[in-house]
């Protein structure tokens, strides 16, 4: 094997061309002696200073001083020096014409052969426009900053990550009111589910114009609704690596304006005109039954008469014939009396948010809710997708929930008056929970509480019953699910379970 000895690297350059490297360098250069006497400048020091190497040469440093450095800077320069160290920093220094420029140094003692300071050697350079670019950038960052603070919406600058970059005073207010710790996502993930994707796309991000949102709180507060909007800003990259290839950096700009008090009027209006909506679709839903309950009834006697008539019509025709005739005029009157109950008309499908829904429920119901002394606690969902339903009808079905809840909490005698809502999006269900602390409904009765004229009226310690078969069938009409289960504080729990994309029936 033969070992090639590797190459000799020479470290013996000319001081020739040390002495050119440091004439030709563009930065000034400045060598002293231990009295900063100066000894040595180079060609980029009279460009900087206006003394030429001649002029410069035997003066002491201190022509350059402005006067205007405060003495603490000095201080720490020579203590560094005389220690032997190096030091850095930054001074006011006046040319030879007496203009002022701010000047970064960088200067370290030179040692003889004994270690003793002989020589200071010098550089700096002229950042007076530097100064100035930083500055106009800190200004206006803090006018910018100010006018962002002074704006009576909620401002929030969201990077690529979704990480807030920028936010004002007012959105600052919205982390304490919604008690969320990033307000900005709650708001996105109502308007666009899937935000992250959809605006904050690395090829072609895109906002939104004016949205209103409705953000339901718990605990009985009233939900706020703000007009938002978002808008998509491209920068460009200021990464080193992106000095020869341009790219972009996105962010998202979300304003928001807090519009409650004016939808909180527009819904005391909306709320007034709901209230009787509801109280003639209750009417006309309490004839229904009523009158399909006598039907019912009559129909039964009615169905006896027809069997005696056949029964007669051999041996006592007279006798079946004036029965007949009795039967008919029944008929009629039935007929006379299916005609007179109310139809029942179909809604239009819509989409609907079960918050605002049980809501509207809760309004209607404060009333009643108060006379009974019932407490009520309210926990949805800070945001719902929407469901394909009937509006009127929903609000039917946990109207008639929170009635029988009303009812078994109502009964003479008993102290926990306590009605707990909540709702919750499991999967691709979203599901209402109406617990009360009432008697609860035995098991045996769980199913045929739904029967048509099926109540427990009358009997104490329990639900009446009373609206469960249409409650029933609207969840039915809804492709859901409706149950009744014993709440884990007692009592009695509504469970109700309605798809996403299912339709109505």
Not at 18 to 41: C, E, G, H, K, W
Not at 210 to 217: H, N, T, V, Y
Not at 352 to 365: F, K, P
Request: aromatic share 4%; charged share 25%.
């Amino acid at each position: 094997m033969n070992l090639k000895p590797p190459p000799k690297v020479c470290t013996d350059l000319p001081p020739e061309i040390f002495r050119q490297a440091v004439a030709q360098a563009d930065v000034a250069i400045s060598i002293t002696d231990p009295q900063a006497n100066i000894l040595y400048v180079n060609e980029a020091f009279a460009r900087v200073t206006g003394y030429s190497p001649r002029e410069a040469e035997g003066q002491n440093e201190s022509i350059l001083s402005n006067h205007t450095t405060p003495r603490e800077v000095y201080g720490a320069m020579w203590a560094a020096l005389a220690g032997g160290h190096p030091w850095t920093g930054r001074l006011l220094n006046r040319r030879k014409d007496g203009s002022q420029y701010l000047a970064e140094l960088a200067i370290a003692p030179v040692l003889d052969g004994e270690g003793q300071i002989a020589h200071y050697l010098g550089m700096h350079r002229d950042i007076s426009e530097l100064h100035s670019l930083v500055s106009q950038v800190r200004n206006q960052k803090a006018l910018i900053e100010s006018v962002v603070d002074g704006a009576p919406v909620a401002l929030v600058l969201l990077d690529d990550q979704g990480q807030v970059m920028l936010d004002n005073q007012e959105y600052k207010k919205l982390v304490a009111d919604l008690r969320v710790a990033e307000p900005a996502h709650l708001l996105l993930e109502t308007a666009v589910p899937n935000w992250r994707e959809q605006l904050l796309g690395k090829d072609s991000p895109v906002g939104f114009p004016a949205r209103e949102l409705r953000i339901d709180r718990p605990g009985g507060a009233s939900p706020r609704w703000f007009s938002c909007s978002a808008l998509p800003i491209a920068t460009l990259d200021e990464r080193a690596d992106g000095f020869y290839e341009e790219s972009l950096r996105h962010y998202l700009l979300l304003v928001v304006n807090d519009v409650s008090a004016l939808r909180q009027g527009q819904e005391k209006a909306r709320l007034a005109a709901l209230r009787s909506l509801m109280a003639e679709e209750e009417h006309a839903a309490a004839m229904r039954e009523s009158l399909s309950a006598a039907m019912f009834r009559l129909e039964g006697p009615l169905n006896i008469m027809s069997s005696a008539v056949g029964m007669l019509r051999l041996r006592e025709p007279a006798m079946a014939s004036a029965l007949e005739s009795a039967l008919g005029e029944g008929r009629a009157h039935l007929e006379e009396l299916r005609q007179l109950i109310p139809l029942d008309t179909r809604e239009a499908m819509a989409p609907v948010n079960l918050n605002e829904v049980l809501r509207d429920v809760l309004d209607v119901s404060t009333p009643r809710l108060l006379a009974n002394g019932i407490t009520v606690s309210w926990q949805p969902a800070p945001t719902l997708p929407t469901i394909l339903g009937r509006p009127m009808q929903l609000r039917s079905l946990f109207k008639a929930l929170v009635d029988n809840a009303i009812e078994a909490l109502s009964q003479k005698g008993w102290r926990v008056r306590e009605l707990s809502l909540s709702t919750a999006l499991e999967g691709a269900l979203v599901q209402v929970c109406i617990d009360d602390r009432g008697p609860g409904i035995p098991a045996e009765l769980r199913l045929k509480v739904f029967e048509p004229f099926f109540t427990t009226r009358g009997n104490q310690g329990q639900h009446l019953g009373t609206g469960l078969p249409r409650a029933q069938q609207a969840v039915a009409d809804h492709g859901g699910i409706l149950e009744l289960l014993d709440a884990p504080g007692g009592g009695c729990r509504a469970l109700v379970e309605l798809p996403l994309e299912g339709e109505a029936e």
